[in-house]
C-alpha cells in the first residue's frame, strides 16, 4: 500500500526487475527446463503481472488517502486478472488442470496472507517510525 502512486507504477516498471531476477535464478540455479513452453510461461507471469498491477492501480486510483474497501478490492482485482491472464495461456499450450478451485484456492489463502501480513508491516512501521517510512495513512472503510 502507498499513500500516492509515482508515475512509474502505471507503467509496470516495478515489475520488470524482479520478474527478471525470479527468471534469471530459475532458469539458471534452479533449473528450469529451457523449452519453448517454460519461456513461454515465464513472459506469460511477467505480463500477468504487470496487468494485475494495473487493475489494482485503476481501483486505488490517484488519492492520497487509502480505503480498506479500495485496498481490498485492488488485492482481489489483482488476483483475479492475474490468475484469469495464466488461465488464458492456459487454454492455448494446455495446463488448465492446475487451475482447479483447490489450488486456486490454495493459492490465494497464500496471497491473502501475504497481503495481511505486509499490511500489518507498513501500517506497523509508518506509526513507529514516520520520519522513515512516511506518515500513516488514513484509513477509512469507503
Known amino acids: 500500500m502507498i499513500t500516492s502512486q509515482p508515475s512509474s507504477i502505471s507503467s509496470g516498471e516495478p515489475q520488470f526487475p524482479i520478474w527478471a531476477t525470479n527468471q534469471v ?3 539458471t540455479v534452479l533449473g528450469y527446463p529451457h523449452t519453448g513452453y517454460a519461456f513461454a510461461w515465464g513472459g506469460a ?3 500477468a503481472s504487470v496487468l494485475a498491477m494495473l487493475a489494482g492501480a ?16 485492488a488485492f482481489l482485482i489483482g488476483f483475479f486478472v492475474y490468475e ?6 492456459a487454454l492455448v499450450v494446455g495446463g488448465t488442470e492446475t487451475f482447479a478451485m483447490p489450488i486456486v484456492g490454495q493459492i490465494f489463502a ?5 497481503f495481511a501480513g505486509l499490511s500489518g508491516a507498513y501500517w506497523i512501521l509508518t506509526s513507529t517510525a514516520p520520519k522513515l517510512f512516511g506518515p500513516t495513512p488514513r484509513l477509512r472503510l469507503a
Open 25 to 27: 535464478l530459475g532458469f
Open 45 to 47: 507471469l511477467g505480463i
Open 58 to 73: 485503476a481501483v486505488m486510483g490517484e488519492r492520497d488517502e487509502l480505503s480498506s474497501f479500495r485496498t481490498l478490492s
Open 84 to 89: 484469469a491472464a495464466l488461465f488464458g495461456l
Open 110 to 114: 497464500n496471497d491473502a496472507l501475504w
